[in-house]
């Protein structure tokens, strides 16, 4: 595999010049949110300056680019996740917290009773953990966690016992944003289809950062934002099997989402705008699908192996200081672009401030992972985390600094 151009991947980049007293920034909290090239910025930018208008409505020319670009948007999307229903399987929500709550309101609260079965593992973010957990109460419908064992992967024997001829629906994590396990998901949709029952993933940490094809997974349900992958915050995305997005309520009311309106009835427009209510997040789109072409233009495979690569130098050198517990996969195993650990004596949040010090940005605290982190026996880990902008000796500077900070607290 050709190894990335970083240097000039980084021209794009301005931000990642910043320096703070004299220092220059170390960007590596990726998994929250990513940087932005200049070439989704100047997309941002000219749709502003050159197009603005509401889509599908209007008749005038502004309103007719923009909507030929914000529907197109939605087939890039479909291509680059290996949707072949194109637009018709892609719904443009806010985030990946919001498509967890539109299958699960839209289709959790219609389809499921007290005699039902929800299984999610217990590394699940808290946009599918809570949401499901809240969906579970109002409908009587249980909810199960498959096992995370000692070395951060799932136990699958245990994923065998609790999927069975109850359970409606398996909500996992593709890629573990606390542990940074790579889960078996299509092995998992093979189960869950056994019984029945549908699989929604959570893929905020996969489709950004390695090639994923929710056709060869078999995924129902897919969800992931944009502000992970090189895009802007404000679009999430919702990919869904288009017979059951078809056979789904709408999850918001009003605009655009209607073909027909009395003052008695309503009828819902075609997929996917039956769910997309009101004016969508239009220019957002459009950037999105300018992501896509990026992330594609370097390749996504080049992608994985570079921030692989970085992971697995950052678990090593970490691990060679005796007081790091890292969290997760061994270097090297199923793991994606990023690291949790615990220095012995210093505090993630303690650590996380004294590295800003240093201008290295990574982040502490539960990741929205809290039941898992009280399942570590700890209430916080550190987290630093990787994309194509990323390099060796910037891993070197993060565990410099932990070094400084373990010095601090000696
Ligand atoms: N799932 C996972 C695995 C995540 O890492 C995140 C972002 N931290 C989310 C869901 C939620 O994403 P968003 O905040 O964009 O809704």
């Given at each position: 595999?050709?190894?990335?151009?970083v240097e000039?991947?980084r021209?794009?980049?301005?931000v990642?010049?910043?320096?703070?007293?004299?220092?220059?920034?170390?960007?590596?909290d990726?998994?929250?949110?990513?940087?932005?090239?200049d070439r989704?910025?100047?997309t941002i930018?000219?749709y502003y300056?050159?197009t603005?208008?509401?889509?599908?409505?209007?008749?005038?020319?502004?309103?007719?680019e923009?909507s030929?670009?914000?529907e197109?948007?939605?087939d890039?999307?479909?291509?680059?996740?290996?949707a072949?229903?194109?637009?018709e399987e892609?719904v443009?929500?806010?985030?990946t917290?919001?498509?967890?709550?539109?299958?699960?309101?839209?289709?959790g609260?219609n389809?499921l009773?007290p005699?039902?079965?929800?299984?999610?593992?217990e590394?699940?973010h808290h946009?599918s953990?809570?949401?499901?957990q809240?969906?579970?109460?109002?409908?009587?419908?249980?909810?199960?966690?498959?096992?995370v064992?000692?070395?951060?992967?799932?136990d699958?024997?245990?994923?065998r016992e609790?999927?069975?001829?109850?359970t409606a629906?398996?909500?996992?994590?593709?890629?573990?944003n606390?542990?940074g396990t790579v889960?078996?998901?299509s092995?998992?949709a093979?189960i869950?289809?056994d019984?029945?029952?549908y699989?929604?993933?959570?893929?905020?940490?996969s489709?950004p950062?390695?090639?994923?094809d929710v056709?060869?997974i078999?995924a129902?349900f897919f969800a992931f934002?944009?502000?992970?992958m090189?895009g802007?915050?404000?679009?999430?995305?919702l990919y869904?099997k288009?017979?059951?997005l078809?056979e789904m309520?709408?999850y918001?009311?009003g605009?655009?989402?209607?073909k027909?309106v009395t003052?008695?009835d309503?009828?819902?427009n075609?997929?996917?705008w039956?769910f997309?209510a009101?004016?969508?997040?239009i220019?957002?789109?459009?950037?999105?699908a300018?992501a896509?072409d990026y992330l594609?233009?370097?390749?996504m495979e080049?992608i994985q192996?570079?921030?692989e690569?970085l992971a697995d130098?950052a678990v090593?050198?970490?691990e060679?200081?005796?007081?790091?517990?890292?969290?997760?996969?061994p270097?090297?195993e199923?793991?994606?672009?990023?690291?949790?650990?615990?220095?012995?004596s210093?505090?993630?949040?303690?650590?996380?401030?004294?590295l800003?010090?240093?201008?290295v940005a990574?982040r502490?605290?539960?990741?929205?992972?809290?039941?898992l982190?009280?399942k570590?026996?700890?209430a916080?880990?550190?987290?630093?985390?990787?994309?194509?902008?990323?390099?060796?000796?910037e891993?070197d500077?993060?565990?410099?600094?932990?070094?400084d900070?373990r010095?601090?607290?000696a």
């Amino acid at each position: 595999i050709e190894p990335l151009d970083v240097e000039r991947i980084r021209e794009e980049y301005p931000v990642l010049q910043r320096e703070f007293d004299g220092e220059q920034v170390v960007y590596l909290d990726n998994a929250a949110t990513t940087q932005t090239p200049d070439r989704v910025v100047d997309t941002i930018a000219d749709y502003y300056r050159q197009t603005n208008a509401n889509v599908h409505r209007g008749l005038h020319q502004l309103s007719q680019e923009a909507s030929i670009a914000y529907e197109d948007a939605h087939d890039r999307v479909a291509e680059f996740i290996g949707a072949s229903g194109e637009r018709e399987e892609i719904v443009f929500t806010k985030n990946t917290t919001e498509s967890e709550n539109l299958v699960a309101y839209a289709w959790g609260l219609n389809e499921l009773g007290p005699e039902d079965e929800i299984v999610l593992t217990e590394m699940e973010h808290h946009a599918s953990l809570v949401t499901w957990q809240q969906i579970a109460k109002k409908t009587g419908a249980t909810c199960r966690y498959i096992r995370v064992q000692e070395d951060g992967t799932l136990d699958m024997d245990h994923a065998r016992e609790l999927v069975g001829d109850d359970t409606a629906m398996v909500s996992v994590v593709h890629v573990s944003n606390t542990l940074g396990t790579v889960n078996p998901v299509s092995e998992l949709a093979d189960i869950a289809h056994d019984h029945d029952a549908y699989v929604f993933v959570d893929g905020a940490q996969s489709v950004p950062n390695r090639p994923v094809d929710v056709e060869a997974i078999d995924a129902d349900f897919f969800a992931f934002s944009g502000h992970k992958m090189a895009g802007p915050t404000g679009i999430g995305v919702l990919y869904g099997k288009k017979h059951l997005l078809e056979e789904m309520e709408p999850y918001l009311y009003g605009g655009s989402m209607i073909k027909k309106v009395t003052y008695e009835d309503s009828k819902w427009n075609d997929l996917p705008w039956k769910f997309e209510a009101g004016t969508p997040p239009i220019c957002q789109g459009i950037a999105l699908a300018e992501a896509c072409d990026y992330l594609d233009d370097i390749g996504m495979e080049r992608i994985q192996h570079h921030e692989e690569q970085l992971a697995d130098y950052a678990v090593e050198r970490l691990e060679d200081e005796g007081d790091v517990e890292v969290y997760g996969p061994p270097a090297g195993e199923k793991r994606g672009g990023l690291v949790s650990f615990n220095v012995e004596s210093v505090h993630a949040h303690d650590l996380s401030s004294i590295l800003n010090d240093s201008a290295v940005a990574i982040r502490a605290g539960d990741h929205c992972t809290q039941p898992l982190h009280d399942k570590l026996g700890v209430a916080a880990s550190a987290r630093a985390s990787f994309y194509v902008y990323n390099t060796r000796e910037e891993v070197d500077k993060l565990v410099e600094a932990v070094d400084d900070a373990r010095q601090l607290f000696a």
